[in-house]
């Protein structure tokens, strides 16, 4: 319906071993099931790749990982972390930027203690930043920042930066994302966070939209852009109503913190490792009652469940 | 794509004149422009409407004349306002029977005072309001009250009431509403209060959505239905879109009070009218500037403006 | 520690026989209890008197009863309703003027459907309602309305309207409160809306609390006045935080809905009687639980458990 | 009126010369002030004293230099940050132990991106730092991180732990706070952020309150608490409404970010100091004002203006 790329964002899981571990094996795997996809992958985020959690080696060694199982198949980029300081989004972009990723994320700075950034202390944050690397880089508007970027904002900005190519926008407030595809969709490539707004942008002319369903189900994920770009309404209406249910079921079980995510990964004989503290995966019985939710939603491309 | 009957429903206003008065002719008026446009109707309700402000003779008589004006034509229905008792809305929907409407509304009831009604009082009050009428129900759930009605609650009376056809969602709850549609679609007619998750409902199969802004505007609305028809996706995105942008002017001055939406379309030498009070127009400065951002927006079928 | 008259205030239930009749007897014997405490009385609000489910005979009924049981010995007061309309308080007030009452709320306007009154509104409104009664008015400021009254339209109104004497004021912005009794303790009588800020309101120089918790125990509400006139900091705190801790028990079973109070009141043989619709009691195992938790308080004014 | 030590602590900022580099001489000096007025002091926290903004060896330095003021003549603790990871607080209370402060306060874990912890996530996080230092620890309840401590919790880790030994609250929910207090002030230190809800926990038997306004006047802190001891009732409300308008002007001005409260020390001539990146101070128009609403409360012990 129109020249316009659209795709689905897949926030990759970091898979570590029964000792913790960085587990470089299990990535790859992940990785490539992802690519054969067809999604779009971003990894090194804060909610679903436990990002915080890591070193700045094993960062590095995340995003060298990435770049070498995607880069060229398919679009990779590096997410990262809602920071405290300026500087430590610098550090980051270019971090992604010595590994060759395609795009990093600036997160929305997160000042601490419920405080929110003024006016001016964003627009000198995304000014320091975007000066700071080469790198094309997507903005990040999102609830979980307790504020979203004015609109005027990214106006100036886009003017200001050619390399400031995108907007994620995470949040309920349609009259806010129905205008910033209004003013943007021919500047910037615009996805939702999660799938529930995805019709919302897909019509209005957006992009598409993220989420981390896709590490379990990256071709249902995929199939939702597919089937739109076909005009197939009724392939759509399965695919994305599919897509839904197992976002709420996921939401029920720890949502983008993968406490029920991993071990679901796992139940199902993926690659998905354990979890690094302060988070603790769900009950065993959570667990059953999330794999047996899961599996009423007949999802083609799940393999056999392992255990239980 | 479906058998499903879509449909926009316009939450007519009630025109007065400048002593106050029902405004007659003008309701009529009025009437006949959403007729022509295809849209469905309810009347008397308490945002759009300004339901509260209609004695019980008043109300009786805006009923009356909207079934002359469209029975038969398009589907016309009895909207009513946030009731503080269940007397007050078995009261009203016998008042609808009475007239020959369609099917009336069963708002959520608003006990007042900051306080929410249990299960076992909602439980109570539909069946208490249902069991009063054979007239065709829908029922609402709506942020504005507070809570939503529960999805089993919703079902149980489903099963136990023929009568219970439809559910008007407003919220920002895409969670609630995907799995209202998917739970309800072959039982209930479903629509979004606002076009705000228009694409949403359709797309998931649902019916459609409703709104205030048909009062203006009612060709617009219709034409996202036609558009989302046709598959024309294209035309979709200019409608809805503009249907969105015509929404956020209308909510910043005055949203569903009306405030702002009266003296509009007495700009446009359409039926408005005055308002009742508690609800004062937007000051003229406000009017300008509201005028100035409609006309931005090239609805065809507006008129020329016939003031300032 | 000044010539300031400090007060609690209790809204006294509306008592209903079993066929759901204006219990007369019993009202008069609750409200004499509440008199022989020394508290103040609230009657005909829309909380704790379901004031929405009386009939204006009852209403008025209601009012004649206690200005017989009450005038002259402990200030006796109408509540009233949050009003959709303007003309509905006018009602009220004089409505409240012709019992004799020695004072009306004024309730926040609620126009309903989660819309909100402009200034304009709220000016025209307050006028409107005060310019119609000689009788002293009290104006409610509460979270319940969903906005505060703005303190400079406080102070409009106190300039304007000699009749208009006291603020009672429920929410927990203490800046607002704060603000509010700085500016106004010279010039308005000032409670606030249960039991939780009495020593912010009391210390800061306002009148004192308000709440239904004195239905229940009447003697404990004014000894918190009592011993805070005495500066018994000790004393105080005993009764302030056994205050407290059942103002937790009350709003946990069903808080200014009655539907736990009611029904503890008849378990200790005071005078409660029935709920009116939409209203529930709450169920035995619950009611069960409150009378436990009650009786761990040692309140030394309630009477044996007469039930279970 | 008990043996209870009660106490007022302040929050010290933590001064910045022109280059941005720690002041010493300057925190000096402001510790004395502190000292003097005979205040409980926190440093290093992340609001009032930018401690995301310190590296770790600053971060080291400001403890030792407050507990070389400090230590033996007030009470001087170490604040902190709020936490993405367990391992980052166990740092921090290692670092102030060895500082030698008198206690440390262990924040709220903070898991980034919207999410909350779990019981299971706390108990293990609590226990974890517990268990790391044998430093005396004041846990944080404070609805800046989007929950509060469950009460069984805190009682199972007082139970747990001896040297757990208070709680500061930060939140507007009543019922909580005068739970906490009457479950735990036997055991446990009890003090709420900010000086709203101090008349709430001095009468019901807690130890009093914190804040950052003290940084501007420490004595007018101090008097809340003396004058409260003393039993003097008008020289209270004098005192306590004195430092509830300060803290309105603060809140409009920045808050806890010290974008106004920085600038405002320095024109008094105090020893403020500049701010850290992010954060940058208000316009000289908004400081103008800042200060003229100051000088209107006649705080006795603040200096001349030196500017402006």
Chains 1, 2, 3, 4 share one sequence.
């Not at 598409?208 to 197939?232: K, R, Y």
């Not at 983008?256 to 009950?283: D, E, Q, V």
Request: overall charge neutral; hydrophobic content about 40%.
């Amino acid at each position: 319906m129109s020249n316009k790329k659209l795709s689905a964002l897949v926030i990759s899981i970091t898979p570590f071993d029964d000792q913790g571990r960085l587990d470089e094996p299990a990535f790859r795997k992940h990785l490539k099931r992802l690519r054969d996809a067809g999604v779009s992958v971003w990894v090194a985020g804060s909610g679903s790749s436990e990002g915080y959690a890591l070193t700045p080696e094993e960062r590095e060694r995340v995003l060298a990982i990435a770049v070498e199982e995607l880069k060229g198949r398919v679009p990779v980029r590096a997410m990262g972390c809602e920071p405290r300081l300026p500087s430590h989004m610098v550090e980051f972009v270019r971090c992604a930027e010595r590994a060759g990723v395609d795009a990093a994320q600036i997160f929305s700075l997160d000042i601490g203690h419920g405080a929110k950034p003024t006016l001016a202390e964003l627009d000198r944050y995304y000014s320091t930043v975007i000066d700071a690397t080469s790198l094309p880089v997507v903005l990040s508007s999102h609830h979980a920042a307790g504020y979203y970027l004015p609109l005027d904002l990214i106006e100036t900005l886009a003017q200001r930066y050619p390399t400031f190519t995108g907007i994620n926008y995470g949040g309920t407030d349609l009259h806010y994302l129905s205008q910033l595809i209004a003013r943007f969709r021919d500047r910037l490539e615009i996805h939702c966070a999660g799938p529930r707004n995805a019709m919302t942008v897909l019509v209005l002319g957006g992009n598409g939209f993220m989420g981390h369903e896709g590490n379990l189900a990256p071709q249902l994920v995929q199939s939702v852009i597919s089937t739109f770009e076909a005009g197939d309404m009724l392939a759509l209406r399965e695919s994305w109503g599919k897509l839904l249910a197992l976002d709420a079921i996921v939401k029920r079980y720890g949502g983008s913190t993968l406490r029920g995510l991993k071990p679901l990964l796992n139940a199902f004989g993926l690659p998905g490792g354990t979890l690094r503290l302060p988070r603790i995966a769900i009950s065993d019985v959570d667990l059953d009652a999330m794999i047996k939710a899961v599996l009423q939603l007949r999802i083609a491309e799940l393999p056999e469940v392992v255990r239980r």
